[in-house]
């Protein structure tokens, strides 16, 4: 062994000790998940489009995206379903949009107190009624409260007893049926009528592919996008595959959500809402892309319900440990007719999408599935929980960092090539004692590292990944006994 200390030369006499930190073992790295929220900001947010921006705080947050702004939204679901979820913005511009409208018209004077407000998915934002109020009166006090609550997702406008809410953000899926605001006035006031809402849809599409293209070269383990339209779902699986490609090797998972509805055919229904969500599933198949679904109605958006989903995703610090019934505070839960029944479960499941039910009170979890079902057309279950590929994006991590510290900078000595096997092994040998990996004593005859004989300066690992999976069932048979 050739001794070459790092200690610049002295004629002084004495002893002089250098430290070298990367002699043992590297150890693995942090498994931190930075989580991406790509939306749409109000008019008072000050982040630009397509410029990727850390936030720190709920006040920064504001600052950047506005109050009531989709982004918003998704960052205060985010943070409900787990407030340390390292979290940056993403906007985007909605091409050719406008924002939507909803309007109604309150009439009569009040005979008694009460009450008049406007609910959007579940929330209600109320004024007092007096009792000989009148409707033009009401309808301004009500549209100076609604512009006092900054979370609402809209501003209001009264004008001869009429309010008018217009979204703060742009984009037809804002006001979409399912996923999108749901909006509608009510009066309990005697003698005052809310008339009915008319909706007026926003305009514009959303495109990911420019916003994506700005953010390739940065690393977010979590990207979450507000809406689950093919188009975007596509673009979105395009930056996966390239980020997580070998010379990238920034592997990333994306979550969407989804509130699915039957198709219907006059009263004639065509294919049920657990059918349409899992047929979107099947029509992606790919293992990075994540859809949750809830079914018909629920008091969230699907932006919101993904943002959720996103940050349970990243409290999950060991990659191959299952969510199955882990809950996603803050959000909503369905109806007892919005319920998914088992066989319902199950078709989404088989389909690649994550069922979304209550238990205890709280939206949870019934599965992390990935979309990926099937392989050349045939049933595949490899890369069909979401553990499997986290599990090897860490592995890899590891493997990176161990190779940057220990084999930066070498020559191809006689060595070389059972050094680096060495220190696969070890990476493996950690991760298995974290019980991430398993059996690698059984694999070890499958660890070969040899340099290339066609490329110059080039060394080639063979690297067995045994992941360990997660405990999704147990089947049992009680047997009677009399």
Request: net charge negative; with cysteine.
């Amino acid at each position: 062994m050739n001794l070459s200390p790092n200690i610049p030369e002295t004629k002084i006499p004495g002893s002089y000790t250098a430290y070298n930190y990367y002699a043992g073992p590297n150890g693995l790295p942090a498994n931190i998940q930075k989580v991406l929220l790509i939306g749409d900001k109000s008019s008072a947010g000050s982040i630009a489009a397509f410029r990727p921006t850390e936030v720190a705080t709920e006040q920064d947050a504001i600052a950047l995206a506005g109050a009531g702004s989709v982004l918003m939204q998704m960052y205060k679901a985010a943070k409900k379903a787990w407030k340390y979820a390292q979290i940056s913005f993403l906007c985007y511009n909605v091409a050719g949009g406008s924002a939507a409208t909803w309007a109604f018209t309150l009439t009569g004077n009040a005979t008694a107190a009460g009450q008049v407000g406007v609910e959007c998915n579940g929330v209600q934002i109320v004024t007092g009624v007096a009792k000989t109020d009148a409707a033009a009166d009401i309808a301004t006090a009500l549209a100076a409260e609604i512009n006092n609550t900054p979370d609402a997702p809209f501003t209001a406008e009264a004008s001869s007893g009429t309010i008018t809410l217009t979204a703060k953000c742009k984009g037809a899926y804002v006001s979409t049926a399912a996923g999108g605001l749901n909006v509608s006035g009510f009066s309990t006031a005697t003698g005052v009528t809310a008339g009915s809402t008319t909706a007026t849809a926003g305009v514009g599409t959303v495109n990911l592919q420019t916003a994506l293209a700005f953010v390739f070269a940065e690393r977010y383990h979590i990207i979450v996008s507000p809406v689950n339209d093919r188009t975007n779902l596509g673009y979105l699986k395009v930056h996966l595959e390239a980020a997580a490609a070998p010379l990238e090797q920034r592997g990333q998972r994306a979550i969407c959500g989804m509130v699915a509805t039957p198709t219907m055919d006059g009263t004639t229904l065509v294919s049920g809402a657990a059918t349409n969500a899992a047929n979107e599933g099947k029509y992606h198949n790919y293992e990075r892309i994540h859809i949750a679904a809830v079914k018909n109605k629920l008091n969230a958006t699907a932006w919101e319900i993904a943002a959720g989903l996103g940050a349970i995703f990243a409290s999950n610090s060991k990659p191959n440990v299952p969510m199955n019934s882990v809950a996603i505070p803050g959000l909503a839960t369905p109806a007892l007719e919005d319920k998914w029944s088992g066989e319902e479960q199950d078709l989404l499941l088989n389909g690649g999408v994550i069922p979304l039910v209550e238990e205890d009170g709280q939206l949870c979890i019934v599965r992390a599935v990935t979309t990926r079902t099937k392989n050349s057309g045939s049933e595949w279950n490899k890369l069909n929980d979401t553990g499997v590929i986290a599990s090897l994006d860490y592995f890899r991590e590891a493997i990176l960092s161990t190779h940057k510290v220990k084999f930066k900078n070498k020559v191809i000595h006689a060595l070389l090539a059972d050094a680096i096997n060495e220190e696969n092994k070890k990476v493996a040998e950690d991760l298995e004692k974290e019980e991430i990996l398993r059996y690698i004593k059984e694999y070890e005859d499958q660890f070969v590292t040899q340099e290339s004989t066609n490329v110059p300066g080039r060394m080639l690992c063979q690297i067995p990944a045994p992941v360990v999976p997660g405990l999704n069932q147990i089947y049992s048979t009680i047997d009677l006994y009399l």
